[in-house]
């Protein structure tokens, strides 16, 4: 049994007491208060993480789901160059749940939020009829102007990507297979974000796999790309790297030159974006059409 | 069966394309944009609206639905005094819901929205696992150090709150014994909530119901109450007025005079703060302690 709301508030008080110039008010009234940094713009990001949809209890720690629950919204701040500065919580729990379990979650999620100078700054509880659901805002900062869109690549620009991708897909299928492989451990990516602030053209995490985040980056910008398949770092084969997701690297386009590591991080050159709308693949020699799949190709 | 994801998401963002000077990006890129005012502190709240928890399907329309779910969230923004700028909604959907009964819900939601100036810019779409589950978050603004907290109520203060109170709370339990009324349509009292901004001394809006919300301001200001229970503006009997929720009507301390009526909507002046800390209630010249209620009361 999860503690009743109020004692859960109340502890998620304490816990989450950290502080930050950006957060005037926290848990605790009507509405967090947050103070805006002059000149800034603000991001705001949600994202919904369900179980046996995005997790499941039996495969990962409630450490590690916690700490994913916030990697996917400090993922979508670093992918516009932006700085994290609040996050909020919803969390429905089953009402058999045990409280351990929503302690280890929390302490993922605080962790987390601690070593990128975020404060959880309010939320809600509930209990829900189905599984765990946690649904996540993640309040960020970047200078007017400054925050790296979608819509901004162009031909001729080349695609990069940070860090390795199909690890994380590649362990749920091993794990579907019956293997009992770890479910590796995302990191957001923000200050390799911030570093490329002024530097791509369009920016985008991997969460749903590189072929579909492409083709949004594609789609708003309003032209086409060509995947060089020898150039993705895929660790894990060309398969999980093109169609997998939760990656949580950054994928982006740029015009001038790019660095061989950002932030620390490695960064490969992966492909051209070119005038003609649609995705290609390169492999020996072959030019084949790239159907954007994602992560819901492992799911059917 | 509701749209897939992606067509979801284009209809929404189609739907939700509403123009704001706050808004410089909504639904589309990895986080919505927005430009605080200069001068402003930013208000954000988040509300999770469960199905069977606080709504029924058979009991009200989907646009109702959708409506009380946004309600929720601008009656927060409207207990601090703020101007409500931007939404995100993320919504987890059973499989088999009709796709007419989401477009309900979001033709409620959305024409709200637009009543206040507010633009949905943002948010996720899942599948759920039990009922219909909508996690709205509110962001606002505020001029800096002019929020209304919930901690600013003093001895000698007096209480006040705007409309009436226990007309939702009475209309759920008439149909939970089996009596087809229609449970209300609450409307978030934004303008009122900013026209007091500068009268209230602490503020919140009653959504758990008067005793409890009443008890939260005396926490957090370090105060008691004594409530006059023959001035409570309460249709539906005293009871529920006292422990009903769902009302989203603002209660308010202040020091200096209050005008009988706020942007329209009458103000009752209904007891007043005290050194003592608890709540107290008097009726026919006696004085009984008041435990906060809520509307967990009704539902057990």
């Given at each position: 049994m999860p503690l009743e709301e109020k004692a859960l508030i109340a502890r998620l008080r304490r816990q989450a007491a950290g502080?930050?110039?950006a957060v005037v008010e926290g848990i605790g009234d009507?509405?967090?208060?947050?103070?805006?940094?002059?000149?800034c713009e603000l991001l705001v990001t949600t994202d919904c993480t369900l179980e046996n949809v995005h997790f499941r209890r039996a495969w990962s720690s409630?450490?590690?789901i916690g700490h994913r629950s916030l990697v996917r919204g400090l993922s979508d701040i670093a992918a516009m160059g932006?700085?994290?500065?609040?996050?909020?919580?919803?969390?429905a729990l089953p009402a058999r749940l045990q409280q351990r379990w929503v302690d280890g979650f929390l302490r993922g999620l605080l962790k987390l939020a601690r070593e990128h100078g975020v404060v959880l700054a309010g939320g809600d509880i509930a209990q829900s009829p189905g599984g765990v659901l946690a649904d996540i805002v993640v309040v960020g900062e970047a200078?007017?102007?400054?925050?790296?869109?979608?819509?901004?690549?162009?031909?001729?620009?080349?695609?990069?990507?940070?860090?390795?991708?199909?690890?994380?897909?590649?362990?749920?299928?091993?794990?579907?297979?019956?293997?009992?492989?770890?479910?590796?451990?995302?990191?957001?990516?923000?200050?390799?974000?911030?570093?490329?602030?002024?530097?791509?053209?369009?920016?985008?995490?991997?969460?749903?796999?590189?072929s579909t985040d492409l083709a949004h980056i594609c789609e708003e910008s309003g032209v086409g790309a060509v995947i060089a398949a020898g150039r993705v770092p895929a660790p894990a084969g060309i398969d999980f790297a093109l169609h997998g997701g939760d990656d949580y690297e950054l994928l982006f386009t740029a015009r001038g030159k790019?660095?061989?590591?950002?932030?620390?991080?490695?960064?490969?050159?992966?492909?051209?974006?070119?005038?003609?709308?649609?995705?290609?693949?390169?492999?020996?020699?072959?030019?084949?059409?790239l159907h954007p799949g994602g992560w819901e190709h492992f799911a059917r």
């Amino acid at each position: 049994m999860p503690l009743e709301e109020k004692a859960l508030i109340a502890r998620l008080r304490r816990q989450a007491a950290g502080s930050s110039p950006a957060v005037v008010e926290g848990i605790g009234d009507d509405c967090a208060v947050l103070r805006p940094r002059r000149g800034c713009e603000l991001l705001v990001t949600t994202d919904c993480t369900l179980e046996n949809v995005h997790f499941r209890r039996a495969w990962s720690s409630p450490e590690e789901i916690g700490h994913r629950s916030l990697v996917r919204g400090l993922s979508d701040i670093a992918a516009m160059g932006g700085e994290a500065r609040a996050a909020f919580l919803s969390l429905a729990l089953p009402a058999r749940l045990q409280q351990r379990w929503v302690d280890g979650f929390l302490r993922g999620l605080l962790k987390l939020a601690r070593e990128h100078g975020v404060v959880l700054a309010g939320g809600d509880i509930a209990q829900s009829p189905g599984g765990v659901l946690a649904d996540i805002v993640v309040v960020g900062e970047a200078p007017a102007g400054k925050a790296v869109r979608r819509s901004g690549a162009r031909p001729g620009d080349r695609v990069y990507v940070t860090g390795e991708l199909g690890l994380g897909a590649a362990a749920v299928v091993a794990r579907h297979a019956g293997r009992n492989v770890p479910i590796p451990v995302p990191q957001p990516r923000l200050r390799a974000g911030r570093a490329l602030r002024n530097i791509a053209s369009a920016m985008i995490d991997v969460s749903d796999g590189l072929s579909t985040d492409l083709a949004h980056i594609c789609e708003e910008s309003g032209v086409g790309a060509v995947i060089a398949a020898g150039r993705v770092p895929a660790p894990a084969g060309i398969d999980f790297a093109l169609h997998g997701g939760d990656d949580y690297e950054l994928l982006f386009t740029a015009r001038g030159k790019v660095p061989a590591r950002v932030a620390g991080v490695r960064v490969s050159e992966i492909g051209r974006v070119v005038r003609a709308r649609g995705l290609w693949v390169e492999a020996r020699g072959r030019k084949l059409p790239l159907h954007p799949g994602g992560w819901e190709h492992f799911a059917r």
